[in-house]
């Protein structure tokens, strides 16, 4: 028990984000080793690895509950994000924003278009159907659900846009969730933001 | 009130649920919907699942969608033989691994592949046939099921080895219906088909 998990990871990925997270503020003694993912390279077993680690470590059990009915509401959203909110906001991930732009090429607005209604739905989904008046994904406390979405849905950040900029119910979500994991939250997202920055400075 | 599950067997996921409930001899009422039919645009069905979609439970109060979730729930709550979902953390974690990918792998492939070899020739334009069939021929077809054919070795000898624990006729009952869809969509009506168009176009482009 006293070995050192060894992850690899890219905060470039959301997923990566999430899992960097969960040991940083449940204090799950690791070591980071950082990788460059290739372009396409698709991250998607983070919740395998998020429910193994709050399985294995002592950490407080709202991560991921032992009564079947509140982990059965976690096992919901992780497997319905897989195929909604993570293939939308990964369609607006920087590359496909950021590149074209720094290329001199347009961006492929119908595409771009595409990809924000697609979005639209998904973020309607999120608030209607898991959401609703709790203040958290699947009830009252933080699970890993949060951290899996949380972590998506700050990607297109990288690119200059905000997707949650009209949607106050899960802005004050996204607030609580920002709260509730502390300074982990922005030290997973330094290398986002530091992308987001220089795109900035370069406008 | 008895266990509910809401399913059409034309859907992977449903025949998961279903297999595992019936292998396992969970008591369940079957509601049967057909998609097709838009039966999950119903009123009531619209209160099992706000996103309307199946499989779906509804155990008393408590409503649940997603396949991985509603098998992980019956596992714990019917206390089904370990080796479903293991306890053991390492062998567990394996499983939650592969559910992972494969909503975004073999699940996404199977579907298009449904569609085209099924129900595209009374569905789909020329020039998206033009499309999918660049699609087919980059993709390293990994032939499942209905496929029979196609399939690679160790694939093969893999489905062969499900079906046998699962039991042939069990098995076989869960795939009656995709099995004979390729039939049953002669004779279907193509204008139900229309709503799924634009769907199913998306699929592929």
């Known amino acids: 028990m006293g070995r050192l998990v060894e992850v690899y990871l890219d905060l470039l990925s959301q997923p990566c984000r999430a899992v960097h997270i969960l040991l940083t503020c449940t204090k799950i003694p690791h070591r980071v080793r950082t990788v460059a993912l290739r372009k396409g390279c698709v991250m998607c077993c983070s919740d395998a690895i998020l429910k193994y680690l709050t399985t294995k470590y002592d950490v407080p059990e709202h991560w991921y509950p032992r009564q079947p009915e509140r982990r059965a509401r976690v096992d919901e959203y992780t497997a319905w994000h897989h195929t909604n909110t993570r293939p939308c906001a990964l369609c607006l991930r920087p590359p496909q924003v950021l590149l074209p732009a720094q290329s001199g090429s347009p961006v492929d607005e119908a595409r771009l278009n595409r990809a924000l209604s697609d979005l639209d739905d998904t973020l309607d989904k999120l608030e209607s159907m898991f959401l609703r008046r709790q203040p958290f994904l699947c009830g009252d406390d933080i699970t890993v659900a949060d951290l899996l979405a949380a972590c998506e849905l700050m990607q297109p950040l990288g690119g200059g846009r905000d997707v949650l ?10 607030t609580r969730v920002q709260s509730a994991v502390g300074e982990a939250f922005d030290e997973a997202h330094s290398v986002l933001y530091a992308l987001r920055d220089r795109r900035r400075a370069r406008l | 009130m008895a266990l509910e599950l809401y399913l059409d067997l034309f859907s992977q996921p449903c025949r998961s649920v279903y297999i595992f409930a019936k292998k396992n001899n969970i008591s369940f009422d079957f509601k049967k919907l057909s998609l097709l039919d838009g ?167």
């Not at chain 2, 592949?113 to 595209?120: G, M, T």
């Open chain 1, 165 to 174: 900029k009209e949607r106050p119910q899960l802005q004050q979500w996204s």
């Open chain 2, 39 to 205: 039966q999950q645009y119903g009123e009531d069905f619209g209160k099992i699942s706000l996103i309307r979609k199946v499989p779906a439970l509804r155990d008393g109060d408590f409503c649940l969608a997603e396949s991985v979730a509603i098998m992980l729930y019956l596992a714990e709550k019917f206390k089904t033989p370990d080796f479903w979902y293991p306890a053991d953390l390492r062998q567990r974690a394996r499983v939650n691994e592969y559910l992972s990918w494969q909503h975004t792998a073999i699940r996404m492939h199977g579907s298009k592949i449904f569609w085209l070899r099924v129900r595209s020739p009374s569905l789909i334009c020329v020039g998206a046939v033009r499309l999918v069939m660049s699609y087919l021929s980059s993709l390293p077809f990994i032939g499942l099921l209905a496929q029979r054919e196609s399939c690679s070795e160790p694939l093969s000898a893999w489905r062969d080895r499900v079906q046998e624990a699962v039991g042939k006729e069990l098995f076989d009952e869960a795939h009656q219906y995709i099995l004979g869809a390729q039939e049953s969509v002669k004779s279907m009506d193509s204008s139900k088909m229309q709503v799924y168009k634009p769907k199913i176009l998306r699929l592929f482009m």
